[in-house]
């Protein structure tokens, strides 16, 4: 996720609105903010700006009373912070902007970035204004400060770094009694607190003016009624990207760029001029080129609307015919090959702005183009579409076997995944609507589509049996032709064209599932044997050293989890799994924090629904419903506890659900 930046600040009076785009600075839980807090004011309000049009981001803030001077280097907001108070004093807040418009990553400094800008300039023949560049950046690189991230204000002796430290542990607490372990969640003075907001020396209002105060943000001792207004502010995190800025693309970068007729299409800049850039939507024709400003909310990083897409032309239906060759399919499976050295190299996966190619914001070399546009649009097209020629389908399953290989190696990097391959894991996991044609149509010896190219190990070479992992050669013959041994997982009989397994109480069993493909089920089989189950759990473990994943991430694991007692008979054999599972995940959503509340309540809702299954293949002894009727007390708790306001009002309606349906077990 990209890090947003604070890069201005306005002040407005009693119900006035700050220009568009500002945002009102509230408390560190969404509370009202009033910078005038003694009796008989009139009400003031800061506001934030996080759009690149109002300048540079900020990195540094300070405050001055009536009229004192400025720090050196530091710009003033205009309009006064304590106008209408008691006392007649003035206050105004002033900032210093980081000397370039958008670093690549929050740990760049300005000084990488002047020193190429140095040396650009000096290859032009410019050497005096390439001389003012490199004291510039050895002034900026000096000082090395991060932006301004986030901003909140606090009263009085109010510390945002202890508060999130009682919230979490808070949640672990709650986690932990919904997990059975009898809430042994730690203190906050059995915590380390981590001081991750820093705060303004110096009260917003000078007639509620500090006059002593201790390192730990203790007692203040104040002159004049009210309490003391803090500005507490944290910076963008070390690791995380910045926001993406079309202001950092040049001619030929690729992005995702919104036509005329409102669809989001992949593009190319192709020439820039002034506040505007010309860009050409792949696929079509140059005269449907399109001039756009480059503030415009029409352009948004590349993958972010189109990721996996096939935006040339027109929108394809399912079930579409396809005359794709064998030989086309072996192409893409050599070039996916030949690029896994730099695949599976440390720290070139992982990095969510795209694979190689320079990891400048705009610049994509041949490897992000094939695993960000171009596999991903292929995969979806091979999952949506009749396929002409039944003899190609062996080497798309063969390709599937390889990516989903290449998924399961990549899913024990510690950095997040990239978004392209949670919807292409998503995709072949059968978690995507628009691709269910594949596996709806091939693989099943009832269906009309079956040819001999799916007899069982009729595969051309490369994978089927083993989970080697990625590029390792585990793979024996015949990877698009399904072996027996791959949707065998139990005792078969005869008439069983699929199977699944499921654990009851008396132990294994194998059932009849009406609807699965032997494709599906072998393609699972072989993620899951090259360790892809066992890494989606090691990443939502609550004690990982990354931290918790994101939601995002966590939907499509759930997805996945939620398949593998169905189709992986090993985990299906071990109780362990699935204790493992309910842990994991019901510690991940134990520590939702608001943000991810407001962000995307549906996705939570769909990890939940995910649990529920994984919890159906639980042994019975497990008390599945009251477990799941305990964490929806604890998330209907969290929402109505959360400081926005449709979370809160989702709360209540989750609340009211579960005490509709307590009275009605109740009088039955």
Same mark, same amino acid.
């Given at each position: 996720?990209?890090?947003?930046?604070?890069?201005?600040?306005?002040?407005?009076?009693?119900?006035?609105?700050?220009?568009?785009?500002?945002?009102?600075?509230?408390?560190?839980?969404?509370?009202?903010?009033?910078?005038?807090?003694?009796?008989?004011?009139?009400?003031?309000?800061?506001?934030?700006?996080?759009?690149?049009?109002?300048?540079?981001?900020?990195?540094?803030?300070?405050?001055?009373?009536?009229?004192?001077?400025?720090?050196?280097?530091?710009?003033?907001?205009?309009?006064?912070?304590?106008?209408?108070?008691?006392?007649?004093?003035?206050?105004?807040?002033?900032?210093?902007?980081?000397?370039?418009?958008?670093?690549?990553?929050?740990?760049?400094?300005?000084?990488?970035?002047?020193?190429?800008?140095?040396?650009?300039?000096?290859?032009?023949?410019?050497?005096?204004?390439?001389?003012?560049?490199?004291?510039?950046?050895?002034?900026?690189?000096?000082?090395?400060?991060?932006?301004?991230?986030?901003?909140?204000?606090?009263?009085?002796?109010?510390?945002?770094?202890?508060?999130?430290?009682?919230?979490?542990?808070?949640?672990?607490?709650?986690?932990?009694?919904?997990?059975?372990?009898?809430?042994?969640?730690?203190?906050?003075?059995?915590?380390?607190?981590?001081?991750?907001?820093?705060?303004?020396?110096?009260?917003?209002?000078?007639?509620?003016?500090?006059?002593?105060?201790?390192?730990?943000?203790?007692?203040?001792?104040?002159?004049?009624?009210?309490?003391?207004?803090?500005?507490?502010?944290?910076?963008?995190?070390?690791?995380?990207?910045?926001?993406?800025?079309?202001?950092?693309?040049?001619?030929?970068?690729?992005?995702?760029?919104?036509?005329?007729?409102?669809?989001?299409?992949?593009?190319?800049?192709?020439?820039?001029?002034?506040?505007?850039?010309?860009?050409?939507?792949?696929?079509?024709?140059?005269?449907?080129?399109?001039?756009?400003?480059?503030?415009?909310?029409?352009?948004?990083?590349?993958?972010?609307?189109?990721?996996?897409?096939?935006?040339?032309?027109?929108?394809?239906?399912?079930?579409?015919?396809?005359?794709?060759?064998?030989?086309?399919?072996?192409?893409?499976?050599?070039?996916?090959?030949?690029?896994?050295?730099?695949?599976?190299?440390?720290?070139?996966? #992982?990095? +969510?702005? =795209?694979? @190689? /190619? *320079? &990891? !400048?914001? $705009?610049?994509? %070399?041949?490897?992000?183009?094939?695993?960000?546009?171009?596999?991903?649009?292929?995969?979806?097209?091979?999952?949506?579409?009749?396929?002409?020629?039944?003899?190609?389908?062996?080497?798309?399953?063969?390709?599937?076997?390889?990516?989903?290989?290449?998924?399961?190696?990549?899913?024990?990097?510690?950095?997040?995944?990239?978004?392209?391959?949670?919807?292409?894991?998503?995709?072949?996991?059968?978690?995507?609507?628009?691709?269910?044609?594949?596996?709806?149509?091939?693989?099943?010896?009832?269906?009309?589509?079956?040819?001999?190219?799916?007899?069982?190990?009729? #595969?051309? +070479?490369? =994978?089927? @049996? /083993? *989970? &080697? !992992?990625? $590029?390792?050669? %585990?793979?024996?013959?015949?990877?698009?032709?399904?072996?027996?041994?791959?949707?065998?997982?139990?005792?078969?009989?005869?008439?069983?064209?699929?199977?699944?397994?499921?654990?009851?109480?008396?132990?294994?069993?194998?059932?009849?599932?009406?609807?699965?493909?032997?494709?599906?089920?072998?393609?699972?089989?072989?993620?899951?044997?090259?360790?892809?189950?066992?890494?989606?759990?090691?990443?939502?473990?609550?004690?990982?050293?990354?931290?918790?994943?994101?939601?995002?991430?966590?939907?499509?694991?759930?997805?996945?989890?939620?398949?593998?007692?169905?189709?992986?008979?090993?985990?299906?054999?071990?109780?362990?799994?699935?204790?493992?599972?309910?842990?994991?995940?019901?510690?991940?959503?134990?520590?939702?924090?608001?943000?991810?509340?407001?962000?995307?309540?549906?996705?939570?809702?769909?990890?939940?629904?995910?649990?529920?299954?994984?919890?159906?293949?639980?042994?019975?002894?497990?008390?599945?419903?009251?477990?799941?009727?305990?964490?929806?007390?604890?998330?209907?708790?969290?929402?109505?506890?959360?400081?926005?306001?449709?979370?809160?009002?989702?709360?209540?309606?989750?609340?009211?659900?579960?005490?509709?349906?307590?009275?009605?077990?109740?009088?039955?």
């Amino acid at each position: 996720m990209s890090t947003r930046c604070v890069t201005d600040f306005d002040v407005t009076y009693g119900s006035a609105l700050a220009p568009a785009g500002f945002h009102r600075t509230t408390t560190r839980v969404g509370g009202s903010a009033n910078l005038n807090t003694t009796a008989s004011s009139q009400q003031s309000f800061l506001w934030t700006h996080e759009g690149l049009s109002r300048g540079n981001p900020v990195v540094q803030v300070s405050v001055t009373y009536d009229d004192e001077p400025g720090p050196e280097g530091f710009e003033r907001v205009s309009r006064d912070l304590a106008k209408g108070g008691t006392s007649g004093r003035k206050a105004f807040l002033w900032l210093k902007r980081h000397a370039q418009q958008i670093p690549r990553t929050a740990s760049a400094t300005a000084l990488d970035q002047r020193r190429r800008s140095s040396n650009d300039t000096k290859e032009s023949g410019h050497e005096a204004a390439a001389a003012a560049a490199d004291a510039a950046a050895q002034e900026e690189g000096d000082s090395g400060v991060l932006p301004i991230g986030e901003v909140v204000v606090a009263f009085g002796s109010s510390d945002p770094n202890v508060e999130e430290a009682t919230e979490a542990a808070e949640q672990e607490r709650a986690a932990g009694a919904v997990d059975g372990a009898g809430g042994e969640g730690g203190s906050v003075e059995e915590r380390r607190v981590v001081r991750v907001w820093e705060r303004l020396d110096r009260s917003l209002n000078p007639s509620t003016a500090v006059a002593a105060e201790d390192d730990g943000g203790g007692q203040q001792q104040q002159q004049g009624g009210g309490s003391a207004v803090f500005l507490w502010f944290r910076r963008v995190s070390e690791e995380e990207p910045l926001s993406w800025s079309a202001h950092s693309l040049t001619v030929g970068d690729w992005l995702d760029a919104r036509d005329s007729d409102g669809t989001w299409c992949v593009a190319q800049v192709v020439r820039i001029e002034g506040e505007s850039m010309r860009v050409h939507f792949q696929g079509y024709h140059s005269r449907y080129d399109e001039d756009i400003r480059v503030e415009s909310l029409k352009l948004a990083k590349l993958g972010t609307h189109t990721s996996g897409r096939d935006t040339g032309q027109s929108t394809r239906r399912p079930g579409a015919p396809w005359g794709i060759t064998p030989n086309e399919v072996r192409d893409v499976i050599r070039r996916v090959k030949g690029l896994l050295p730099e695949v599976l190299r440390e720290g070139e996966v #992982g990095s +969510g702005d =795209g694979y @190689g /190619g *320079g &990891g !400048g914001q $705009g610049q994509h %070399g041949p490897e992000a183009r094939l695993w960000e546009m171009d596999l991903p649009a292929f995969i979806e097209r091979c999952l949506s579409s009749s396929i002409n020629d039944l003899q190609a389908l062996p080497f798309i399953n063969d390709l599937f076997k390889l990516v989903l290989e290449i998924i399961a190696v990549r899913l024990w990097k510690p950095a997040p995944m990239p978004r392209h391959l949670l919807q292409t894991m998503s995709r072949l996991g059968h978690g995507d609507r628009r691709c269910t044609w594949y596996y709806a149509s091939y693989g099943r010896s009832s269906g009309t589509h079956d040819g001999p190219a799916l007899s069982p190990g009729a #595969g051309a +070479g490369g =994978g089927g @049996g /083993g *989970g &080697g !992992g990625a $590029g390792g050669g %585990g793979s024996g013959g015949g990877t698009g032709g399904v072996s027996e041994e791959e949707f065998l997982f139990v005792e078969r009989k005869p008439e069983w064209d699929k199977v699944y397994v499921q654990q009851t109480r008396g132990g294994i069993r194998a059932g009849f599932q009406s609807d699965a493909s032997r494709l599906y089920v072998a393609n699972m089989n072989h993620f899951g044997r090259a360790g892809g189950y066992a890494a989606i759990l090691s990443r939502i473990d609550p004690s990982r050293a990354a931290g918790p994943v994101s939601i995002e991430e966590f939907t499509t694991y759930t997805g996945f989890l939620a398949v593998a007692p169905k189709c992986f008979a090993s985990f299906s054999k071990d109780n362990l799994y699935f204790e493992d599972v309910r842990r994991g995940v019901m510690a991940r959503l134990g520590r939702l924090s608001n943000d991810e509340l407001a962000a995307d309540e549906e996705a939570v809702m769909a990890i939940m629904s995910s649990l529920g299954v994984v919890m159906s293949a639980i042994d019975m002894k497990f008390n599945r419903t009251e477990n799941l009727e305990r964490f929806h007390v604890m998330f209907a708790i969290q929402l109505i506890r959360c400081p926005f306001l449709n979370p809160r009002i989702r709360g209540v309606t989750v609340l009211s659900d579960i005490i509709e349906v307590t009275i009605r077990n109740a009088t039955r």
